[in-house]
């Protein structure tokens, strides 16, 4: 008699920690085949597209292989990580896995997925729920071969009308076709309808070379005769790889923050039409604030610098030209206008340049902004800076003095209209008060979106900051 084992094996696939994200660079490993997971238990880190995130295992088992190494950049949906569950218990809600064994066949009938539906959740333990949403019965239809169903159903879903005669609408061909937002879209500007696709990557899921085929297959003539077919054509040798002297060139894979990085600033400066002013400003009061705040009681432990007043001067500018706290809607054609600022603060860190933001900047006090804006680059620095945090900004402030450059032109966050750079603050010969003396002396620079922001708007926010700036009463009599 044939022991039976009650075990199964669950395959843990890449989620999407971040809205829209399709890849994940897994960078380090915290188990090894063998070892004992928990539900719940951090078992790999991978740097995303925005940040570098923590996977939690949703169930409890023992690994039983790693599907690849570190340094890997995986799709989204695809099994990383295989566990063996005792008891062949389910996975914890809205965990993507899988059994390698085949599953029983069910006693009771399923109830059949939500219409459309086919969204897969966005963080492990989060996401649709588990259990059918229940509907009232619809009434039978007259049968009707499989093919007629799927195809009048996917018309349906895609707003085309079916054909005349009746057919069933099976629950099963109701899903939505499975493919990432970049193929969606090829789709959509190639005037592709997905549901006539067929799907050649694993799971179902349609590829750009399935929708490219598709183009090729509607834009070819039917033939009035057959012809012969042509003689198979030997196919061309592979380029050979191009070679390069290792000792006087190192070549470093764009991925992760830093392709991200790139994409969003070319998308951004041919995009959004820059417009640049520039303003010199003495902050020397400025400088003696900073000091007097240090030794305040209220900003004990807080990080208290010129960042800090000038975060505060720009919130203030907002506040008296509220116009330049919006985005720009293309698909609307629509100017939105934010009454509330997420404070993005550009960072520099090992993996590249990122900009976290300070949720509702503009409601915190200058104690409360000093303790966000410390908490923020200390996170940074450790790499720990989650998605949602660098989601939302509004508008941006990014110093380039830290570096001892003078001033920059800044190019816009994606999404935002307008962005100060910060330039070094250094002592220089000023006129004060009909004499010339040494003044502390910095260069802003405020970079605009032309399309909604004009150049009276542009010049009355920056004039505002540099005036907070030289004479930073003003941040309360302005306030």
Known sequence: M??????????????????????????????????????????????????????????????????????????????????????????????????????????????????????????????????????????????????????????????????????????????????KPPVRKLAKDLGIDLATVIPTGPDGIITREDVHAAVSATQAPEPEVQAPAPAPVAPAAAPAPVSYDTARETRIPVKGVRKATAAAMVGSAFTAPHVTEFVTVDVTRTMKLVEELKEDKEFSGLRVNPLLLIAKALLVAIRRNPEINASWDEAAQEIVVKHYVNLGIAAATPRGLIVPNIKDAHAKTLPQLAESLGELVSTAREGKTSPSAMQGGTVTITNVGVFGVDTGTPILNPGESAILAVGAIKPQPWVHKGKVKPRQVTTLALSFDHRLVDGELGSKVLADVAAILEQPKRLITWA
């Open 2 to 179: 044939t022991t039976m084992t009650n075990a199964s094996v669950r395959e843990f696939k890449m989620p999407d920690v971040g809205e829209g994200l399709t890849e994940a660079e897994i960078l380090k490993w915290y188990v090894q085949p063998g070892d004992t997971v928990t539900d719940g238990q951090v078992v790999c880190e991978v740097e995303t597209a925005k940040a570098a995130v923590e996977l939690p295992i949703p169930y409890d088992g023992v690994v039983r292989a790693l599907h690849f190494p570190e340094g890997t950049t995986v799709d989204v949906g695809t099994s990383i990580i295989a566990v063996e569950v005792a008891g062949g218990a389910a996975p914890a809600a809205g965990a993507p896995a899988a059994e390698t064994e085949p599953a029983p066949a069910p006693q009771e009938p399923q109830e059949p997925k939500a219409e459309g539906s086919g969204r897969q959740p966005v963080l492990v333990g989060y996401g649709v729920a588990t259990s059918a949403t229940r509907r009232r019965p619809r009434k039978a239809a007259p049968e009707a071969p499989a093919g007629q169903a799927a195809v009048s159903v996917q018309a349906e879903l895609n707003g085309r009308t079916p054909a005349p005669e009746p057919v069933a609408e099976p629950a099963a061909a109701r899903q939505r076709p499975l493919a």
